[in-house]
């Protein structure tokens, strides 16, 4: 082998030693970068959790505050009120039936309070002026 073959042999070897010394360095600092981005995702993760804690509990404790009807008292006021049924037609209006009549209404109180109301005329139960 000649020496110029040594020496280009040589040259190249340096060359790919120090390509692959840049190159670790590169793999590195991304290496960096992607633990910053894990340590900033596990903080942004436990913000979240420690919010809809938050939300959680705050949600509990508006609905202690709240006295929700069961279904049985909406059932009997249903009855009490002349109300046999009362679905949603669609996104915007429901309806109410008493005694085979129907009442649409854009809410649900709409609708029930109307057929509450006939029902009470019918049966001489409406409330006096």
Do not use: C
């Not at 040259?11 to 894990?38: F, K, M, N």
């Not at 993760?45 to 279904?71: C, N, S, V, Y």
Request: a negative charge; glycine letters at 6%; hydrophobic letters at 45%.
């Amino acid at each position: 082998m000649s020496d110029t073959n040594a020496a280009a042999i040589v040259a190249a070897l340096e060359t790919l030693g120090a390509e692959i010394v840049s190159l670790r360095g590169e793999v590195q600092w991304y290496a960096d970068r992607a633990d910053e981005r894990e340590a900033e995702n596990d903080r942004l993760r436990g913000e979240l959790a420690h919010a809809q804690q938050r939300a959680d509990a705050a949600t509990k404790q508006a609905a202690a505050q709240i006295e929700f009807p069961t279904w049985d008292a909406v059932q009997r006021l249903m009855v009490q009120s002349g109300v046999n049924s009362i679905r949603r037609l669609d996104p915007f209006r429901w309806r109410a039936v008493s005694e085979g009549r129907e009442w649409v209404g854009d809410s649900l109180a709409e609708a029930a309070t109307a057929a509450a109301n006939a029902w009470a005329v019918a049966h001489g139960k409406a409330a006096r002026p």
